[in-house]
């Protein structure tokens, strides 16, 4: 087939998950001609996005392209398709792809998922190889707030995976003149990058209720970052991906925007909320407080300097001021700028 060919072939593409990020997959592939079929386990939420076109729960005020057919019916949602985009929370995602046994055998399989499950330390395209090992696996992550894809503003994203046929096939329908998709081959870190950078903009959105000025969101990016890369190292994974879209891409959107999950729960904690209260008015997934808690023990177990993201676990599940922690962050012993610690090989 020509290249060209191939970029104008219309394909069969189901997305896995009824919420905002999975809705936004939806529509950017059917606007593209594609022929879609969007899964979600609420079949009256089905039945009402076939007929009115939004998804009222994640994303009211959006209208969703006609071509996208909802369903709450799994083997029909991934009958015949070609491609398929598993966008399910973490905690919920294991038990969703083992439901999808049998249905997916040498098809393209791309979680969109930015978290880790809690028993295993998995990232989620481990749990697809583990449940699905018949399916080919990648990545989808980047600096892609759901609410500014659905409004078309200019996106990129990255399709991480070691196949580059699977690469080009998520590049070749998801492409458009809002929504540009670049390749990586290290999945691992691509995954990482995106599950990581949840806990640092519920860090970003704490320290925006308190007033704090732009040196300091300066500063604690800069540093997530850095504890982005030591903990990667640690896990065997390349920190130089953490420069690409899926690291300081996602970063720098989740830290700063008010319609990133993770930020506003941040924000509320900010604002004296509970996290219980913070948690229930976000009524949506922030994958950031689940991955906080495993990250903070993990780097434990393994002795990674993680002064930020232990900050932040201390007021959220010890119940520290956070003027103490950052005071005492203040006065630790001064390190060096720039850490380039690059894997052994
Ligand atoms: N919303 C965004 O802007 C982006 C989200 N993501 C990631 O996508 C993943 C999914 O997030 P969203 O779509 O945003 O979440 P969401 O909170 O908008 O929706 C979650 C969806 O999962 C469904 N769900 C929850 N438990 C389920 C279960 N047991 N069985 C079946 N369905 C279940 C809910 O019904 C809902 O449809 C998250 O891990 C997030 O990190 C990635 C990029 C952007
Ligand atoms: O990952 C995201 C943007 O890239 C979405 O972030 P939240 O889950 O915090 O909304």
Not at 49 to 54: A, C, L, R
Not at 84 to 108: C, H, N, T, Y
Not at 291 to 317: Q, R
């Amino acid at each position: 087939m020509t290249e060209q060919n191939r970029a104008t072939k219309k394909r069969r593409i189901t997305v896995v998950g009824g919420g905002s990020f999975g809705t936004a997959l939806a529509d950017i592939s059917a606007t593209k001609g594609n022929h879609v079929r969007q899964w979600m386990r609420s079949a009256e939420q089905a039945e009402a996005m076939n007929t009115t076109h939004v998804n009222e729960r994640y994303l009211p005020g959006f209208t969703i392209n006609q071509n996208v057919v909802a369903t709450s019916d799994l083997a029909f949602a991934l009958e015949s398709s070609d491609l398929v985009f598993v966008a399910i929370p973490s905690k919920a995602f294991r038990e969703v792809v083992r439901s999808m046994k049998g249905l997916v055998d040498g098809k393209l399989l791309v979680s969109t998922t930015k978290g880790v499950e809690a028993e295993t330390f998995d990232l989620m395209s481990e749990i697809l190889h583990e449940e699905l090992p018949g399916a080919r696996i990648g990545v989808l992550s980047g600096p892609n707030l759901a609410k500014e894809i659905m409004a078309k503003c200019i996106t990129a994203t990255v399709i991480a995976c070691e196949d580059d046929e699977l690469c080009q096939t998520v590049q070749e329908v998801l492409h458009c003149d809002y929504f540009r998709v670049y390749a990586n081959h290290d999945r691992y870190g691509v995954e990482l990058g995106g599950a990581l950078k949840n806990i640092y903009a519920i860090v970003s959105g704490l320290a925006e209720a308190l007033g704090m000025g732009e040196n300091t969101k300066s500063l604690l990016i800069t540093r997530a970052l850095a504890e982005m890369g030591r903990f990667a190292v640690t896990m065997g994974a390349n920190p130089l991906t953490f420069l690409g879209l899926a690291g300081v891409g996602d970063l720098i959107v989740t830290c700063t925007s008010n319609l990133s999950r993770n930020f506003r729960v941040g924000y509320a904690l900010g604002e004296g909320k509970s996290l219980e209260a913070a948690e229930k008015a976000l009524g949506q997934v922030a994958e950031g407080i689940n991955t906080l808690k495993l990250v903070k023990e993990k780097a434990d177990e393994m002795g990674v300097y993680m002064p930020i993201a232990t900050g932040l676990y201390e007021i959220i599940f010890n119940g520290h001021d956070i003027a103490d922690i950052a005071r005492t962050m203040m006065l630790r012993e001064q390190k060096t700028d720039v850490e380039f610690i690059l894997q052994q090989s």
